[in-house]
């Protein structure tokens, strides 16, 4: 799954990116709702197991290399403990707090993304129209945070979330920078999934009891999360990142928390008030600027 890299995102990498962000947004949601039948970091390494199942079978059916040189496979442990950081953090964040509280601060990350690769990723230094979209962005993301009840707050779960944000941040930049650049984007991915799935599971235990008040519906909520998520959506994340500028795929982060405040909304019975109105304009106009040629 190649393609030629480009200077700038075009109307289909947008639209991917949007369906790409509307699938997170949903997550977020489904994953509040399987915390209830399952601990978080149990679920999340139960996701990567799965997902390692369905992405190793896609990769052994079309043929496609797994090398597995001294540096690929220490890059590849390295990117299974990030992302071992990164959803273990989200998880916990996620049973601690709301999910609109978690999401805003997670999808943060466009902006330590922009400015990882400002100084790390030749061809993709801010300018000043980009900051400007940067700065629109994240005040979007900040204004639906207004009129919050603060009993909702958790300061564990705010700090976890913004861990979890660098986390993300970082594997982007593994991509680009180290071996796993030169492997095609299903072997990345299954990379991430099987490194973390075995740190997951043996962590889980150190957070309580695995198994909550399980129903039929958390088998649902965890196929959504391994076969949608975890394996999808990730595996085209990666390929999009093989494509366009790393900070024009981050940049779209902004509009999942949009999409998991309102599904929380509709679902889980969140608070939803004007100011998320106003942050979906000023995220779209910070995108616009981002993106500008």
């Given at each position: ?39 978080p ?7 990567s ?6 992405v ?23 990117l ?23 999401s805003?601060?997670f999808?943060?990350?466009p ?19 980009r900051m ?17 009840n603060?009993a909702?707050?958790s ?14 941040a ?6 680009r920078l ?5 492997i095609?984007?299903?072997?990345a ?5 099987m490194?973390?799935?075995?740190m ?8 309580g ?22 394996s ?10 093989r ?7 981050a ?9 998991s405040v ?11 008030h ?20």
């Amino acid at each position: 799954m190649r393609a030629m890299r480009r200077s700038h995102l075009d109307a289909t990498g947008a639209a991917l990116l949007i369906v790409f962000t509307l699938i997170l947004g949903v997550n977020q949601v489904v994953m509040k709702l399987t915390a209830t039948g399952l601990s978080p970091l149990f679920q999340a390494g139960l996701r990567s197991v799965g997902a390692a199942i369905c992405v190793g079978a896609w990769v052994r059916w079309r043929g496609i290399a797994f090398p597995l040189d001294r540096g690929i496979v220490i890059s590849g442990i390295v990117l299974g403990a990030i992302f071992t950081l990164e959803f273990g953090a989200l998880y916990l964040a996620i049973d601690m707090s709301t999910v609109s509280r978690v999401s805003i601060i997670f999808y943060s990350m466009p902006v330590h993304m922009s400015i990882a690769a400002h100084f790390l990723l030749p061809g993709e230094r801010l300018n000043r129209t980009r900051m400007l979209g940067l700065v629109l962005a994240m005040a979007g993301v900040v204004v639906v945070m207004i009129d919050r009840n603060a009993a909702q707050a958790s300061l564990a779960g705010d700090l976890l979330a913004l861990v979890a944000a660098l986390g993300w941040a970082s594997i982007p930049l593994m991509l680009r920078l180290t071996p796993l650049s030169r492997i095609p984007a299903e072997s990345a991915q299954l990379w991430q999934v099987m490194a973390s799935a075995p740190m997951l599971l043996l962590l889980a235990p150190l957070f309580g009891p695995l198994v909550r008040d399980f129903g039929p519906e958390h088998v649902a909520y965890m196929a959504y999360q391994i076969v949608v998520v975890a394996s999808f959506a990730f595996l085209m994340w990666f390929v999009l990142l093989r494509i366009y500028p790393a900070s024009s795929v981050a940049s779209f982060g902004f509009l999942t928390p949009i999409f998991s405040v309102l599904m929380a909304w509709v679902v889980l019975g969140e608070t939803l008030h004007w100011n998320v109105l106003v942050s979906l304009v000023l995220v779209a106009a910070g995108l616009v600027l981002i993106n500008r040629r």
